[in-house]
């Protein structure tokens, strides 16, 4: 079992910045491909960004790219975003997942799942 908490939410005027974190309980963190998902009100879950267990592969969903940054932190076993240029629609609860195999976009294929943070951007 893998236990991710997520931190970080909160509220942002649009144009600002924020850094969220998830830490993992996982005994081998390298092991696990990681994601970031978001899903806003009345809305299904859509894909943000990913790393691959080596950090080598992150892609990003079209609509973050250029603003957001993902990267993970091996030794303290922790997943970031870093998130910049927000704007409205970027609000939405964020979950971190983990699967052991190859790092999809697909939702379906994870895991674990943390509880989400809240994100919300006023305009």
């Known amino acids: 079992q893998v236990q991710l908490v997520e931190s970080g939410g909160g509220l942002v005027q649009a144009g600002g910045s924020l850094r969220l974190s998830c830490a993992a309980s996982?005994?081998?963190?390298?092991?696990?491909?990681m994601s970031w998902f978001r899903q806003a009100p009345g809305k299904e879950r859509e894909f943000v960004a990913g790393?691959?267990?080596?950090?080598?592969?992150?892609p990003y969903a079209d609509s973050v790219k250029g603003r957001f940054t993902i990267s993970r932190d091996n030794a303290k076993k922790t997943l970031y975003l870093h998130m910049n240029s927000l704007k409205p629609e970027d609000t939405a609860v964020y979950y971190c997942?983990?699967?052991?195999?190859?790092?999809?976009?697909?939702?379906?294929?994870?895991?674990?799942w943390g509880k989400g943070t809240q994100v919300t951007v006023s305009s």
């Open positions: 997942a983990a699967r052991l195999l190859l790092l999809t976009t697909r939702a379906l294929r994870y895991d674990f």
């Open positions: 996982a005994r081998t963190f390298t092991n696990y491909a």
């Open positions: 790393i691959s267990q080596s950090g080598d592969d992150t």
